[in-house]
Structures are given as structure tokens and as C-alpha cells.
């Protein structure tokens, strides 16, 4: 079985980044065939500086050994360097309906984000990232929750193809974390964790312990003060009780437990 998996360059990368897609990597090459990309080229399809990019790869390769990838079992690659990406990409927009690729979340929000920037590669952006899973015959993508749709609409893409033109791809499945699929931000918990916005949101991988500490201590916390899991009630001290239960490798359960009677502050040290 293949898996193929890709991170963007751009921005800082974040531990939402980590718990919902790179340690299901580390596991996953154990046992499977795995391909882990650099995605630059999804990168240029938001506002960035030409001269930094290169540096951002080169972090992120850092990121990706120093996380556990191991370059002996796992193949690791800069996507622009292989030309067939962009290929596949053009036949497989002659198979996508357009109306598919407005309806798609990413493509919403990150078009309201940068206004004054909606470049048709922000809409075709998931065509490309097709072409990069299909083109391996994948079989399992290891996403964080918010590449859900666009593993979704590669099985439609694949499907589509396969119909018109006899069996050529497999239909990947996307797999997602038990827990940690979807990391908050800090600042707004109803929001995932996100690279292209406010340093305050997200706890870096390169941040040091006191920035850590710093981003923790005002991390926004719900009204009241119980300690408990409840994502729709209590999204901020969920997702902290979230990080802090995988990443310590204590249960929600027990942390709340010990906890008990405490405050957020208490919690938060
Ligand atoms: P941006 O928010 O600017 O789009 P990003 O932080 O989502 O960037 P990507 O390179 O797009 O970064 O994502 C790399 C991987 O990390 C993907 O598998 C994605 O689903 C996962 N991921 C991103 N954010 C989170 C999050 N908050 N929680 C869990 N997984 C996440
Ligand atoms: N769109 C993904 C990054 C990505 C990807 C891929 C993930 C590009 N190509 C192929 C899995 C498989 C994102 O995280 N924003």
C-alpha cells in the first residue's frame, strides 16, 4: 500500500501541522510504501517573498527528519522538481467540473483572506493537489480535517478520468487522525491553527519554550472555569486539554481528573 502526503512552504509550520499530519506519517512509514512531498507549488498560490521560499523548503525538509521521517524507508521530494505534477495537473482540470472547485472551503476562505490576490491557481489548487496523489497510484492520504474535501474531490477527479477514459488511477481514501485531526487556534478556538495568520495563533515547531509559554498563557479560554472537554461548549480549554493529552500521552479523562477543582490558570501553567 502507497501513502503520499504534502506540506506547504509557506509561513511557520505549527504543531497542528504535526499532530494531524506528520506523526500519522512517522507511523504509517513503519508498515507502508510513503512519499512525502515539499508542495511548493501549492505554495505560490498565496501572497510570498521569491527569495525566502527557498528557505521555507529547506526548513521544511528539516522539519520532516527531525520530526522522525526517515530518508531510509520514506522517499522525500520538492514537488516543482518533478515536472509530471504540473502535467497531470492540466489533463486532469479538462475533467473538473468548475463548479466543484467554488464550492470547496479552502478556496472560500482563503479568498476572502487575501482579497486582493484570488489568482485562478487559489481555485485550482486542488486539481494540482490531485495530480500529486494520483499520479503515485496512492492509497491512503494522511491529512489533517481540513483536506478532507479536497481528498474527496480527488476520488471524484479520479473516478471522472476513469470512467471516460478506462481504469487508470486508484481511488485514494484520506486517513485523519483518532485525535488531533483538527488543532484550534489559540486566538479564535473556533478556527483551526493556521500558518498564514497571526504568529499569537499558532505554538511554531521552531518557537522556543518561552514563546510557548507566552502563547499558552493567553491562549482565549471559554466563560467559566471548570476544566472539561466540550468542543462546542468550551472550544478553547478543549483544544488545550486536546494538545495537552497528546502530546503528555495522558487521556483527556485523567487530565481532567486531575484538574479538578482547579482554574484555567492553574491549567495553563
Ligand atoms: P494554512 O492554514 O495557511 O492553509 P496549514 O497550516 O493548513 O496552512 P498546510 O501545509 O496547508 O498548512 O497543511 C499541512 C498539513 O497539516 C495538512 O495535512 C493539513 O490538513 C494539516 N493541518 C493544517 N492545519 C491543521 C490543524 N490546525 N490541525 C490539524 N491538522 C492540520
Ligand atoms: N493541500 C494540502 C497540501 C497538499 C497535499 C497534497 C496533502 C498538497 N498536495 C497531496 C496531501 C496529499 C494542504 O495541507 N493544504
Known amino acids: 500500500m502507497r501513502v503520499f502526503s504534502g506540506i ?5 509550520i505549527h504543531i497542528g501541522n504535526y499532530l494531524g499530519a506528520i ?10 510504501e510513503c512519499i512525502f ?27 520532516y527528519l527531525a520530526a522522525g521521517v526517515d530518508p531510509e524507508k520514506s522517499i522525500i521530494f520538492i514537488q516543482s522538481e518533478v515536472k ?28 476572502r483572506k487575501f482579497k486582493k490576490n484570488v489568482n485562478a491557481g487559489l481555485l485550482n489548487y486542488p486539481i494540482l493537489m490531485a495530480a500529486d496523489i494520483l499520479l503515485y497510484q496512492t492509497d491512503i492520504v494522511p491529512v489533517g480535517e481540513d483536506q478532507k474535501q479536497h481528498v474527496e474531490l480527488t476520488r471524484t477527479i479520479a473516478r471522472k478520468f ?7 488511477f486508484k481511488i485514494p481514501e484520506a486517513k485523519l487522525a483518532k485525535s488531533g485531526a483538527k488543532i484550534m487556534s489559540l486566538t479564535d478556538p473556533t478556527k483551526k491553527m493556521s500558518k498564514t495568520d497571526v504568529p499569537e495563533n ?10 510557548i509559554k507566552e502563547k499558552v498563557m493567553k491562549a482565549v479560554t471559554d466563560t467559566g472555569k471548570i476544566i472539561k472537554y466540550n468542543p462546542q461548549k468550551k472550544p ?18 485523567e487530565l481532567e481528573k486531575k484538574f479538578k477543582g482547579k482554574g484555567y490558570s492553574d491549567f495553563k501553567k
Open 23 to 32: 506523526r500519522q506519517w512517522i507511523e504509517l512509514q513503519q508498515n507502508y
Open 162 to 168: 476513469n470512467q471516460r477514459f478506462g481504469k487508470t
Open 84 to 111: 509530471e505534477h504540473t502535467e497531470l495537473t492540466w489533463l486532469l482540470n479538462t475533467v473538473t467540473p468548475a463548479g466543484d472547485l467554488t464550492r470547496m472551503t479552502q478556496y472560500k476562505e482563503k479568498s
Open 202 to 211: 499558532y505554538i511554531g515547531l521552531f518557537d522556543t519554550p518561552e514563546q
Open 8 to 12: 506547504q512552504p509557506t509561513g511557520a
Open 236 to 253: 478553547g480549554i478543549s483544544n488545550l486539554l486536546t494538545i495537552y493529552s497528546l502530546f503528555s500521552g495522558r487521556t483527556i479523562k
Open 37 to 63: 512531498c515539499i508542495v511548493d507549488l501549492h505554495a505560490l498560490t498565496v501572497p510570498y517573498d521569491p527569495q525566502t521560499l527557498k528557505d521555507l523548503i529547506l526548513e521544511k525538509a528539516i522539519v
